[in-house]
């Protein structure tokens, strides 16, 4: 299924949309690229929908133009899956240093479960920053690590310790709902 829409609309019926995008522009601001955008009161709006191999995916690009000088602000693009809640363990099989393998958001992105041994619990994509290869659980270590470039991961906080590049692993969003562990989100 795919569809894609252009209109104009106020900021209120466009808030109704971004939440379920767990997004909040009501306050007319917005977080994008790691910058706030102000958002005007009305804006053109166009929305594409795509299924694709099982994943939903919103694109939505808002564009407007400032009034007071007549040039275009900047457009921003969101393209986003609403994230779903997928069962992940119960507590009661959890113990320190426990690793449950699990794919997610979608069957095939496989992720990692770590249940550390303060009890808090950890999860994080199994795709490597670097250039995308698989990470694994080292035990030995206690680490994550990519043997396509010997790169270790800190479980506390997917940090990198070791190996080229800088960013951390993904996080995986947890929350805990009557004993038993769901991925909600992506951090
Ligand atoms: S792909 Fe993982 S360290 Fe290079």
């Excluded at 496989?110 to 490597?128: K, Q, T």
């Excluded at 960013?167 to 969003?173: F, G, K, N, P, Q």
């Amino acid at each position: 299924m795919k569809w894609k829409e252009k209109k104009s609309v106020k900021r209120d019926e466009l808030a109704r949309l971004f939440q379920k995008l767990s997004r909040d522009i009501a306050g007319g601001v917005i977080e994008y690229s790691g910058r706030s955008v102000a958002l005007p009161e009305d804006m053109e709006v166009e929305v594409e929908y795509k299924e694709k191999h099982g994943k939903n995916k919103f694109e939505i690009e808002l564009k407007w133009k400032k009034k007071a000088r007549g040039t275009m602000s900047p457009s921003a693009t969101l393209s986003e899956a609403p994230h779903p809640v997928v069962k992940v363990a119960s507590i009661e099989e959890l113990s320190p240093w426990k690793v449950i393998r699990f794919e997610y958001p979608s069957g095939g992105d496989e992720a990692v479960l770590i249940s550390l041994p303060n009890g808090e619990l950890r999860a994080y994509s199994l795709v490597c920053p670097h250039k995308g290869k698989y990470v694994t659980w080292n035990a030995s270590s206690r680490k994550l690590y990519c043997s396509a470039h010997k790169a270790f991961f800190n479980p506390e906080d997917g940090e990198k310790i070791e190996g080229p590049g800088r960013e951390r692993l993904t996080r995986i969003r947890l929350e805990v709902r009557g004993g038993e562990v769901f991925a909600v989100g992506i951090a």
